[in-house]
Nanobody
Framework: QGPLVESGGGLVQAGGSLRLSCVATGLTFDTFSVGWFRQAPGKEREFVAAASWTALNTEYADSVKGRFTISRDNAKNTVYLQMNNLEPGDTAVYYC????????????????WGQGTPVTVSS
């Protein structure tokens, strides 16, 4: 296992909610910006959300704004993705990432990546 491990994925009906977690080990977690990405079958990986080390700066993909919330607990070395009002189009493997700056993470150039947790939204 690498320094980032995701959990919380699963099967949910459309309109439901899930909360993903990503625990970091071996990193000075509170100095890293963090983010979530997803990759659906047959598609490229895409940005979902990112947060600065204080979480005062957050960014979201347009497709998830108002439905997803990224947060972090630096005392627990954990970043979360609360996903509400899920849609079948949200079905994907979700990855967390950690890097130096929010724009670096958002660009997909994070230093560290998890192995992903699958989310399936049924209609």
């Amino acid at each position: 296992q690498g320094p980032l491990v995701e959990s919380g994925g699963g099967l949910v009906q459309a309109g439901g909610s899930l909360r993903l977690s990503c625990v970091a080990t071996g990193l000075t977690f509170d100095t890293f910006s963090v983010g979530w990405f997803r990759q659906a079958p047959g598609k490229e990986r895409e940005f979902v959300a990112a947060a600065s080390w204080t979480a005062l700066n957050t960014e979201y993909a347009d497709s998830v704004k108002g439905r997803f919330t990224i947060s972090r607990d630096n005392a627990k070395n954990t970043v979360y993705l609360q996903m509400n009002n899920l849609e079948p189009g949200d079905t994907a493997v979700y990855y967390c990432a950690a890097g130096g700056m929010v724009r670096t993470v958002r660009a997909g150039a994070a230093e560290y990546w998890g192995q992903g947790t699958p989310v399936t939204v049924s209609s």
